[in-house]
């Protein structure tokens, strides 16, 4: 009942009729502006929780790199291992790097939302800077995750082959809906 009423005080003061009469309208935003905001609030959430992702997959992916890997072949195991030890510890550089593109492109991407006039122009959208960038951050993370499930198919293949066609599966369903809402 207060947000109603609140509602209404706000309505009277946008409209300029008040009972005072010295209060200056405010003027009404238009369903496109609101749109804008809400799409510029959505990427700044959205950069944050790409660069919580890269931060938590980028220290763990790092320590694994400087630590020495058990060879994957010595396991006692009736089958030979998928790939090998430096194969496993190039997949899981490659993951690191990808992750670290991710920071580097949300951070960046984040230092440059706090400017209000090009919060104004990604608002506005059309622009292909941000399409090329939501789609890196988009593909990059998953990219990681399949070469971390390529790396753990060293060890016990059987959750490593699964993690990867669920990943695998996630991507496609991701740029089926990306192709599907751009066009």
Wanted: proline share 3%; net charge negative.
């Amino acid at each position: 009942m207060a947000e109603q009423n609140n509602d209404v005080g706000l309505d009277r003061v946008r409209s300029g009729n008040t009972e005072e009469g010295n209060h200056t309208p405010v003027p009404r935003t238009t369903g496109e502006e609101d749109l804008a905001t809400r799409f510029v609030n959505f990427l700044q959430g959205y950069l944050k929780a790409m660069l919580a992702i890269s931060l938590f997959g980028g220290q763990i992916t790092f320590t694994i790199i400087l630590s020495d890997i058990y060879d994957p072949n010595k396991l006692s195991s009736p089958h030979r291992a998928s790939f090998s030890k430096e194969t496993v510890r190039l997949f899981v550089s490659i993951s690191w790097m990808l992750f670290t593109f991710v920071l580097g492109l949300s951070a960046i991407a984040q230092i440059l939302l706090s400017d209000s006039k090009i919060r104004e122009v990604v608002g506005k959208g059309g622009s292909w800077t941000v399409v090329w960038m939501l789609f890196a951050l988009n593909l990059m993370p998953v990219l990681a995750f399949l070469f971390l499930a390529l790396a753990v198919t060293a060890f016990v293949p059987v959750v490593g082959w699964v993690v990867l066609g669920f990943v695998g599966l996630y991507a496609v369903v991701v740029v089926s809906l990306w192709w599907a809402l751009d066009s």
